[in-house]
């Protein structure tokens, strides 16, 4: 079959639940953040609903008039507490080594506070060519657009609409809240199992090779 191999791409990767399972580590923040404050959390449950920002998982056990103070007391215990139990998730260094092997770039944007981002990339030797957090869903685009990326990798339908919204191809993954038909129905262009599909299929991206796009899909 003809193909058409394709400019080295830009590929912009979400990070909880696309690279990293953060939820030990979250549930271990939340517990904290819960014990500081004497507010209860359910962490078991905060964390099979990660992707949107910070606040608004806050808004479900705080008042309005205490969320930023709060927010700010659980960025600055998140080091200490979600960093080392935080993992890669499998196929998530193969992936982004995948994209440096096609000559591309590969960048992460996140709506979780960059620094904090940053600790958890540097932890587990995971080094994209840019780190941009603190935005969601169609506020990805903004970064996406500014890095012309030409494909986002993301377990949220959340991540779907920002990859839209900036005219880059929305490569999902079953790997978080979002289940494969959820991922379907908002728009992805492909969904994948998780990431350990990700290099067959991006060799295939790279190629034009529409064949080797539906053999790689989950």
């Known amino acids: 079959m003809a193909s058409t191999t394709r400019p080295a791409p830009t590929v912009g990767f979400d990070l909880d639940m696309t690279l990293i399972d953060s939820r030990p580590g979250i549930r271990a923040c939340y517990l ?3 014990a500081r404050t004497g ?3 359910d962490a078991d449950l905060a964390v099979t609903r990660l992707g949107p920002p910070l606040a608004e998982e806050l808004a479900n056990w705080f008042p309005a008039g205490e969320i930023e103070a709060v927010a700010d007391l659980y960025r600055e215990i998140y080091p200490a507490y979600a960093i080392e139990p935080t993992l890669a998730l499998t196929g998530a260094r193969e992936a982004v080594a995948a994209v440096r092997e096609a000559g591309g770039r590969a960048i992460v944007v996140t709506a979780k506070y960059e620094p904090n981002a940053k600790l958890h990339l540097a932890h587990l030797g995971i080094e994209p060519d840019a780190v941009i957090g603190g935005l969601w869903a169609e506020q990805k685009a903004v970064a996406l657009r500014e890095h012309d990326a030409d494909v986002y990798v993301g377990d949220h339908v ?21 289940d494969a038909d959820e991922l379907r129905a908002a728009g992805a262009d492909v969904v994948l199992a998780d990431l350990t599909r990700f290099p067959a299929w991006l060799a295939a991206y790279c190629e034009g090779d529409t064949e080797g796009l539906d053999a790689a899909r989950a």
């Open 32 to 34: 904290e953040l819960s």
């Open 39 to 41: 507010t209860y959390v």
């Open 158 to 178: 959340g991540d779907v609409r920002g990859a839209r919204a900036a005219g880059a191809l929305s490569v999902a993954v079953a790997s978080g809240p979002c």
